[in-house]
């Protein structure tokens, strides 16, 4: 089907009129149907210059003084749960008060349920997120959700929030300072209930326009890397002067895949190029991110026995050695069935500590466990105990998470 080009009025429309669809899964939607959104080869006519900010990178001085292991590694993992409160999920407010929890993730609908999540009005979700705060005392705590925009927006009309227009239409528009407009509507919803994270924007190219991860869903901007850095960098701006923390993913780039990684190994050998690392290594350059998120994703060209979340060489090879990277890295949901179909739950924690992540998603939404943080600390305290894993790694990812903290709101 042919669209013609998006007007300005057409964006101020989809600005106004979003999507009601929700997502299912973690950091991807899931089996919704994707919003329909204009398509045109209307580019910008600059590519804006970010402001170069401070990365969250290590800090020199020793991180959290006084925490066991045990804590240190809790302090490295974001958890999602059933409830609309926190008296409806008993064994969180523990993992948080007593056993130091680094943070927690934000659902609207339950993939094995279909129910409710975590999301059902305004001020419900502001006194949910106020009463996890309270929970960690005198300590921040990292409140993140999915809010990319169209199909995959967690905080929708249907639970009273204000609608968002898709990555695909804001980047088909080619108006930067309409970007900057939708960028900021999307933070001040979000720091307005008190969320200091948002995994977004997807910076991956849309190489592969049925891609069932990426292109279908329309979850890319654009594959034109100019026109990816210029929308990114408005909404990464306008998340910034609202104190909300942002995440490039999913690195090194799943636009070419042709499976959702949430269902299946997705590998992108023969189709990645990389030309695709474009929009990560200019906004890296800019000192823009707060944090990127490695994606499950097989891309043999870098690395032929693991997927990006899970290797060394593409995550501390690749992304902090050749591209310079010096922040956290976030893993993507590392319950994801193509993840522990092939490595194992105890295997895969491991092995995306060693690979350099610092920090470590379990959305609970395939799989719920709520003990899945403390088989996770278990599965890297082994390790640790075992020689595998040197302490020094626990305490550069908590140094990385400590400066995330400090740059973001709450």
């Known amino acids: 089907m042919t669209h013609r080009p998006i007007s300005r009025r057409d964006l101020l429309k989809a600005l106004a009129l979003g999507s009601t669809a929700a997502a299912l899964a973690a950091c991807a939607p899931g089996t919704g149907s994707p919003q329909a959104s204009p398509r045109s080869t209307t580019q910008p006519t600059a590519s804006p210059t970010a402001t170069p900010a401070t990365s969250a990178s290590t800090p020199s001085a020793s991180a959290s003084p006084g925490l066991s292991l045990r804590e240190k590694i809790a302090g490295l993992m974001i958890v999602g749960f059933r409830g609309s409160t926190l008296a409806a999920t008993d064994w969180l407010a523990a993992a948080i008060s007593d056993s130091n929890l680094g943070g927690v993730i934000l659902f609207d609908r339950d993939q094995a349920t279909g129910g409710a999540r975590n999301v059902i009005s305004p001020a419900q979700v502001t006194r949910l997120v106020a009463d ?6 005198d300590r921040r705590l990292i409140a993140s959700i999915d809010q990319e925009g169209g199909i995959v927006t967690r905080l929708s009309p249907a639970h ?47 190489v592969n326009p049925k891609s069932p991860a990426i292109g279908a869903l329309d979850r890319s901007f654009s594959a034109d890397p100019d026109v990816v850095v210029a929308m990114a960098t408005a909404e990464i701006e306008g998340h910034r002067a609202a104190g909300v923390g942002t995440t490039l993913k999913h690195f090194p780039g799943i636009g070419s895949s042709t499976t959702n990684t949430d269902f299946g190994v997705a590998d992108v050998t023969a189709t990645w190029t990389r030309r695709e690392l474009e929009p990560f290594s200019r906004l890296i350059a800019a000192g823009t991110a707060h944090l990127i998120m490695a994606g499950h994703v097989v891309n ?32 993507d949901d590392l319950q994801a069935a193509a993840i522990v179909e092939k490595f194992g739950f105890e295997e895969a924690v491991v092995l995306a500590l060693d690979a350099g992540n610092d ?6 939404q395939q799989a719920y ?7 996770a600390v278990d599965a890297i305290v082994a390790a640790v105990d075992a020689g595998r894993l040197p302490a020094s790694r626990i305490d550069e990812a908590q140094g990385r998470v400590d400066a995330l903290l400090g740059a973001i709101a709450g």
């Open 300 to 331: 043999g060209q870098l690395d032929p026995d693991y997927p990006a979340s899970l290797s060394k060489t593409i995550v501390t090879d690749l992304l902090r050695g050749e591209l310079g990277w010096s922040g956290p890295v976030v893993t």
């Open 160 to 206: 009273g929030f204000p609608a968002v227009a898709s990555e695909a239409a804001i980047g088909a528009a080619g108006d930067v300072a309409a970007a900057a407009t939708w960028g900021r509507g999307i933070a001040k919803t979000l720091s307005s209930v008190g969320i200091n994270l948002n995994f977004a924007p997807v910076v991956d190219l849309n």
């Open 369 to 375: 466990d709520p003990d899945v943080m403390g088989n």
């Open 132 to 137: 996890l705060r309270a929970a960690a005392g």
């Open 359 to 364: 920090l470590l998603l379990f959305a609970n």
